[in-house]
């Protein structure tokens, strides 16, 4: 069993200030834009690039903007004085590969003050940490009656039906606990990495292979890549009642502390004869995995390089676009009887027809352009918007 990742996977956090009334007014016209075009919109405030969504978030949230691939999400109230903590933040996890957690933090108390925060102490309170570790163990099978906890602890399992060889019933995930308290999971890291397209963590992992002098995963042979991860989620109650953890001192001094008793806990377990559980011996991938989280994980450095993290996220975007334009195309040749001998023909003419519908736009094509920049300005490097 190998170690490919191990660090923060997530962190929330709300801050103590309210933006200002122009902020705000710029947010509203952007917001508006936004719903008329149906897709974010570009802007810039004070050097600071985002986008603004059609829709705010759920606790009173008026705005909601995404600072980019290796950014984070910002989540913004309308000025109000008797509601001092008007704004949330949630870390992406490719921006915590990307600058650690260090990094992390002065990036977006840059852009804090850049909104209007002072960023003062006592200004910053922890909402979320999750924490994780990724183990590269494709003989691991997973058994849900293997963890040993209290009685009363809430457990929830999640199996994937495998048509494959006619076997069926494949346990992916064990979830235990629940927010917003305290939950350690146990799961198929590279079933959702294949599924859900995260680029960034197939970077990760091939980047920790190549330090150690190894090949890289072939993500399309579950057998030899399978990445089981084991991680502790701690929300804001859990956090504040148990061990008083507000800001960013809080967290340093304690998180090893929550993760070693979270992990002691709920431990899974190699089954034996012995009909006490308790006395079961810690399974190996299970000692690995608290081994390596208590190891200085506040102190572990940057995974990736931000502009790697942009590159393979660009082309993953720029594949995806294409792959929607030639069934959209293919669409076309349909309800028109395009047959198949004569499709590749078919796609060749439709550039000048594409191009003839292009002249007839309503918007000419530098405000087309300009428009489409603004969304992908943090993947195409042009960090302006005009």
Request: include cysteine.
């Amino acid at each position: 069993m190998d170690v490919l990742y191990s660090g923060f996977d997530g962190l929330d956090l709300a801050l103590r200030f309210n933006i200002g009334d122009d902020f705000a007014a710029y947010l509203d016209a952007k917001q508006k834009e936004a719903a008329e075009a149906r897709h974010d919109i570009g802007g810039m405030w004070a050097d600071q690039w985002f986008t603004v969504a059609s829709s705010g978030g759920q606790g009173g949230y008026a705005f909601r903007l995404d600072t980019g691939p290796t950014g984070e999400t910002w989540f913004l109230k309308r000025p109000h004085a008797s509601d001092p903590w008007g704004v949330r933040v949630s870390a992406k996890s490719a921006a915590l590969l990307a600058h650690g957690l260090g990094g992390w933090q002065r990036r977006m108390e840059a852009v804090a003050r850049a909104f209007g925060a002072s960023m003062e102490p006592g200004t910053t309170s922890i909402g979320r940490v999750d924490v994780a570790v990724d183990i590269l163990a494709p003989d691991f099978v997973l058994d849900d009656d293997a963890f040993v906890m209290h009685a009363r602890t809430n457990r929830k399992a999640i199996k994937e039906i495998v048509q494959t060889n006619g076997r069926s019933g494949r346990l992916t995930s064990v979830t235990v606990g629940k927010m917003p308290g305290r939950q350690v999971i146990l799961y198929d890291k590279r079933e959702e990495v294949t599924v859900k397209r995260k680029v960034e963590w197939h970077l990760a992992w091939n980047a920790r292979r190549t330090a150690l002098g190894l090949p890289p995963l072939d993500l399309a042979d579950p057998a030899a890549s399978r990445v089981w991860r084991v991680e502790v989620r701690a929300a804001k109650q859990h956090l504040k009642k148990q061990w008083h953890v507000t800001g960013w001192g809080d967290l340093h001094a304690m998180l090893s502390p929550i993760i070693g008793d979270a992990m002691d806990r709920v431990r899974y377990c190699a089954p034996s004869s012995d009909t006490n559980r308790a006395r079961w011996p810690t399974h190996k991938l299970w000692t690995l995995a608290r081994n390596t989280l208590l190891d200085h994980i506040v102190d572990q450095p940057p995974c990736l390089d931000p502009e790697t993290i942009r590159e393979e996220t660009k082309a993953q975007k720029i594949e995806l676009l294409m792959k929607q334009s030639l069934g959209c195309l293919t669409g076309v040749a349909a309800l028109e009887r395009v047959s198949a001998v004569g499709y590749d023909r078919f796609l060749d003419i439709i550039g000048k027809r594409l191009a003839t519908a292009s002249r007839h736009h309503p918007d000419a094509p530098d405000v087309r352009l300009r428009q489409a920049g603004e969304r992908y300005a943090r993947l195409t490097g042009r960090d302006e918007v005009g």
